[in-house]
């Protein structure tokens, strides 16, 4: 969009010079790159007003501002609105309409980021195809995503989070998407809802917007889920393992860390598929994607030869080697009981390995339950046979206390108060033949115990 575009769609006040030609888009003076349009975004900790100054310096061409600021020279440019984030989200909803085309939206509480990219890949084949990159999936992460989007793009594909009711829609309202996905309804963000029910309603708002406007596709396995979609008047797919859904999965069988064998079945097509990953969580993940290509016009064997250039996301499931014939599994980006509890099955089953060793972090926003959903994922982990249980952080006690009274020896339980603390003591009883598997939250940073073991016994990524 040109400048004069820009300022009609915000309906600015113009203070200062008329703006040059604009060539991106930012909300952080420490990241803007020359050219690039400032939005002074009022946040609950900062405002962006305060760094003006700083835009200027570093080249922004001008900024969008709800109090103009008399000491800014009038050789820039201020573009004046009512409110900084409202005009962000119009200026890309106004940029969305413009561009036009096939836009997927997708949420859910486990696996957003992995099917994100999962469809994205599948569909590079056929498509050019642009997603939100990282985490920039909330009120201001994905209308940038949208404003930084090519023009050429012929698909999107956005992640939305959430953490209140209310903010699905919002987002939905502005990325307006042709189809969406919602992954699954978990116990995430239960400090934030009352309760799962809770969760459910505010991730189905996605269904809300497109049940006029799009296709909705579902976890049919997932029983809040599949109860909304008996009452959906629109066009649905639902995927899973169950036969009632339009693409299932059936005998599926976890190989070893880089093979999940499974049969796809979709109309009257049955294909074998071999996904690149451990788990039956990332068969999950793959159905929801080759929904969205199923109705982009793939067929069946298209999507299944498709499986195989999938590659990991990082932190999330990916596999490192260790030089003295460790393995670890980093899955060290975000925790919560679903999701550990499909890791740790996946690990659980694995043959091969002499001890399985669990480095978990806290699991983080689940609310009144914490105490409980922590103890009961320790008791998993001892009925599944880890070997080791090391906790990390507040109530990761009651995770090592959960595994203490499902049967791990105590000289074989640890917890430790912070990240460097268990990396230290990982990296000592690490030994060849382990399978080590690190879960947690970056608030925990459990990043750091890969990269411990990384620099204490070498190491190289798996793809």
Same mark, same amino acid.
């Given at each position: 969009?040109?400048?004069?575009? /820009?300022?009609? &769609?915000?309906?600015?006040?113009?203070?200062?010079?008329?703006?040059?030609?604009?060539?991106?888009?930012? /909300?952080?003076?420490?990241?803007?790159?020359?050219?690039?349009?400032?939005?002074?975004?009022?946040?609950?900790?900062?405002?962006?007003?305060?760094?003006?100054?700083?835009?200027?310096?570093?080249?922004?061409?001008?900024?969008?501002?709800?109090?103009?600021?008399?000491?800014?020279?009038?050789?820039?440019?201020? $573009?004046?609105?009512?409110?900084?984030?409202?005009?962000?989200?119009?200026?890309?909803?106004?940029?969305?309409?413009?561009?036009?085309?096939?836009?997927?939206?997708?949420?859910?509480?486990?696996?957003?980021?992995?099917?994100?990219?999962?469809?994205?890949?599948?569909?590079?084949?056929?498509?050019?195809?642009?997603?939100?990159?990282?985490?920039?999936?909330?009120?201001?992460?994905?209308?940038?995503?949208?404003?930084?989007?090519?023009?050429?793009?012929?698909? &999107?594909?956005?992640?939305?989070?959430?953490?209140?009711?209310?903010?699905?829609?919002?987002?939905?309202? /502005?990325?307006?998407?042709?189809?969406?996905? /919602?992954?699954?309804?978990?116990?995430?963000?239960?400090?934030?809802?009352?309760?799962?029910?809770?969760?459910?309603?505010?991730?189905? %708002? $996605?269904?809300?917007?497109? #049940?006029?406007?799009?296709?909705?596709?579902?976890?049919?396995?997932?029983? =809040?889920?599949?109860?909304?979609?008996?009452?959906?008047?629109?066009?649905?797919?639902?995927?899973?393992?169950?036969? #009632?859904? %339009? !693409? *299932?999965?059936?005998?599926?069988?976890?190989?070893? !860390?880089?093979?999940?064998?499974?049969?796809?079945?979709?109309?009257?097509?049955?294909?074998?598929?071999?996904?690149?990953?451990?788990?039956?969580?990332?068969?999950?993940?793959?159905?929801?994607?080759? &929904?969205? @290509?199923?109705?982009?016009?793939?067929?069946?064997?298209?999507? @299944?030869?498709?499986?195989?250039?999938?590659?990991?996301?990082?932190?999330?499931?990916?596999?490192?080697?260790?030089?003295?014939?460790?393995?670890?599994?980093?899955?060290?980006?975000?925790?919560?009981?679903?999701? !550990?509890?499909?890791?740790?099955?996946? &690990?659980?089953?694995?043959?091969?390995?002499?001890?399985?060793?669990?480095?978990?972090?806290?699991? =983080? #926003?689940?609310?009144?339950?914490?105490?409980?959903?922590?103890?009961?994922?320790?008791?998993?982990?001892?009925?599944?046979?880890?070997?080791?249980?090391?906790?990390?952080?507040?109530?990761?006690?009651?995770?090592?206390?959960?595994?203490?009274?499902?049967?791990?020896?105590?000289?074989?339980?640890?917890?430790?108060?912070?990240?460097?603390?268990?990396?230290?003591? @990982?990296?000592?009883?690490?030994?060849?033949?382990? $399978?080590?598997?690190?879960?947690?939250?970056?608030?925990? *940073?459990?990043?750091?115990?890969?990269?411990? $073991?990384?620099?204490? *016994?070498?190491?190289?990524?798996?793809?």
């Amino acid at each position: 969009m040109t400048s004069e575009q /820009i300022m009609q &769609a915000l309906d600015a006040k113009l203070v200062g010079a008329r703006p040059p030609a604009i060539t991106g888009f930012s /909300i952080d003076s420490r990241t803007l790159q020359p050219g690039e349009l400032f939005f002074a975004i009022k946040g609950q900790r900062l405002d962006g007003h305060h760094f003006l100054h700083a835009a200027f310096q570093k080249g922004a061409a001008a900024a969008v501002v709800s109090q103009v600021k008399p000491e800014i020279s009038l050789t820039n440019s201020q $573009l004046q609105v009512a409110d900084t984030t409202t005009a962000l989200q119009k200026l890309a909803q106004t940029y969305r309409r413009q561009w036009g085309k096939i836009l997927v939206a997708v949420t859910g509480s486990v696996g957003k980021t992995t099917t994100k990219t999962f469809v994205a890949s599948i569909l590079h084949s056929r498509f050019r195809v642009y997603c939100n990159p990282g985490n920039l999936n909330n009120q201001y992460g994905l209308p940038l995503s949208l404003l930084r989007m090519p023009e050429e793009s012929e698909i &999107a594909v956005m992640e939305m989070g959430m953490s209140a009711p209310g903010e699905i829609a919002a987002l939905s309202s /502005i990325a307006e998407p042709n189809a969406g996905i /919602i992954t699954n309804v978990q116990p995430v963000h239960l400090e934030f809802f009352r309760s799962l029910e809770k969760i459910a309603e505010a991730k189905t %708002e $996605l269904a809300d917007f497109l #049940e006029s406007r799009g296709t909705w596709i579902y976890n049919a396995d997932d029983p =809040l889920l599949a109860r909304r979609a008996t009452k959906f008047k629109g066009e649905k797919i639902g995927f899973g393992i169950r036969e #009632e859904a %339009e !693409l *299932h999965a059936d005998n599926i069988r976890i190989v070893d !860390l880089r093979r999940t064998n499974f049969e796809l079945l979709l109309g009257r097509s049955r294909v074998s598929v071999t996904l690149p990953f451990a788990g039956k969580h990332f068969v999950y993940n793959f159905l929801a994607a080759g &929904a969205v @290509a199923w109705l982009v016009g793939f067929s069946a064997e298209q999507i @299944a030869v498709a499986a195989g250039f999938l590659s990991p996301v990082p932190m999330r499931g990916c596999i490192v080697r260790l030089q003295t014939s460790a393995t670890v599994i980093d899955d060290s980006y975000n925790s919560n009981p679903a999701a !550990l509890h499909e890791m740790a099955a996946s &690990a659980a089953v694995l043959a091969g390995y002499s001890r399985r060793i669990g480095v978990l972090g806290e699991m =983080l #926003e689940l609310g009144a339950h914490t105490r409980e959903y922590h103890f009961n994922a320790g008791v998993e982990l001892a009925e599944m046979g880890f070997d080791w249980v090391l906790g990390v952080q507040g109530h990761a006690a009651d995770l090592c206390e959960g595994a203490r009274r499902g049967g791990v020896p105590e000289s074989q339980v640890s917890f430790f108060s912070d990240s460097e603390s268990a990396a230290l003591f @990982a990296s000592r009883i690490c030994r060849s033949g382990d $399978l080590i598997l690190v879960k947690g939250s970056r608030a925990v *940073h459990m990043e750091k115990v890969v990269e411990r $073991l990384v620099a204490d *016994h070498g190491g190289i990524e798996v793809t």
